[in-house]
Nanobody, 118 residues
Framework: QVQLVESGGGLVQPGGSLRLSCAAS????????MGWYRQAPGKQRELVAH???????NYADSVKGRFTISRDNAKNTVYLQMNSLKPEDTAVYYC????????????WGQGTQVTVSS
């Protein structure tokens, strides 16, 4: 059974930083894309960033240059370093892992709240 355990959310002032972590367990994740999505109140869930086992990454335009996604394959853990945070980054952030080929192998974390406010 796949489990995703997220940590690292919280309240931060504009311009500050936070680091999110997501530890995955329950199977081999070498064929999985690992990433982060976010959902703000009244808005649809959107991709923030994802990373392949190879280290190749993809970012939403709104976070490029401010957020960095990384992955520790030995620990099956994905990280999101968020710098220069803005109030519009406020959202629930969800960890996601999904198989590169088999679309039904798609898993979500429970979500962690990130609030950027003075």
């Amino acid at each position: 059974q796949v489990q995703l355990v997220e940590s690292g959310g919280g309240l931060v002032q504009p311009g500050g930083s936070l680091r999110l972590s997501c530890a995955a367990s329950g199977r081999d994740f070498s064929m999985f894309l690992m990433g982060w999505y976010r959902q703000a109140p009244g808005k649809q869930r959107e991709l923030v960033a994802h990373i392949r086992t190879s280290g190749n990454t993809n970012y939403a335009d709104s976070v490029k240059g401010r957020f960095t996604i990384s992955r520790d394959n030995a620990k099956n853990t994905v990280y999101l370093q968020m710098n220069s945070l803005k109030p519009e980054d406020t959202a629930v952030y969800y960890c996601n892992v999904r198989h590169l080929i088999i679309s039904t192998l798609n898993y979500w974390g429970q979500g962690t709240q990130v609030t950027v406010s003075s």
